[in-house]
């Protein structure tokens, strides 16, 4: 193991197991099975599983459609007490798994949002048609300054145990699939790999001189 | 066996698959809430998923089932309200 990556596992903290373990293993592989089982598919998209032993999964998501392929960001999930609790999602670096901090995230899965029904900006006449779109980020940047950005949906730990969704608890979604590992990917890899088209490159020129057609006598 | 004009879809719910009986006439949105059913899904509506094929490709729902015969089907919960 790097040096980085023992730094980062050393530096996470892990929440205790109190469900009863055998409980919460066996639904862990239920969805590493799961994920297995269509692994050619996952693989098309560019997912590749690198670690899956409990309560961690790490998926390493590529953005498969671009020339050469590129690696944008690696995804980890702690199915500690799960699915008494929803699963920890959390970005990391691929290569050394230390998470990202809110300003070095390679993506924050930035997703279109309208305006709610009804809005009508001032000044505008009642009944006018708007067509108001907003860009919002799924991750979100944490509360301390010590934190991390975690992913703000449903069926993710981080979100339900945030003060400002106290009332959105995690037993209401737990049946709709809401923390499932393959639900999770995809909508990382909808909001953060899928949009991606191509490298964005920044060419620095400068001059050096003048190009002299001759030398005269 | 499928009677005539009926089909079935190899459908993907979160990552679970089962396989679902439908009306070749009929819209693909047509089978959500049956796939829900058969894999457990059953807290959210049939307007909070979407059918994406294995390529990640989000695919049209109003379309008939007949133009999905031998497509493995993706059916993913939508993100929500983020934030």
Redesign the interface.
Known sequence: MSVAADQAKSARQRPDQYVEPSVSRTKFDR?VG??R??EE?YL??GWVMTHASFPLVRVMMCAAQLKPPAVIVEVELDFTNYDAEPPSVTLVEPFTHRPYKADELPTILK?TVGAPAGFLPPGLPVGSMVNIQAQ???M?PPNDPDGLPFL????VREYHEHPAHSGDLWE???????G????VL??I???GV?PIADYQVQLALSVTGFIQSSFPE | MPHQNQTNLDV??????TVVEGSVNAPLRSIIEKALEQ??????PPD?WEF?D???QLLDDTKKIGEFVGV?L?L??K??V??
């Open positions: 969805e799961e994920y089982a269509l598919e098309s998209r997703r919002q980020p799924l979100q703000c949906i449903a069926g209401l979604h737990r049946e709709s699939g809401a499932r590992l393959a639900r995809e909508v890899h909808k909001y899928e | 993907v719910v979160n990552g679970q698959p894999t457990g899904n059953t807290g959210q909070s994406r294995a390529a990640g493995k993706f993913n919960l993100a929500g983020g934030g």
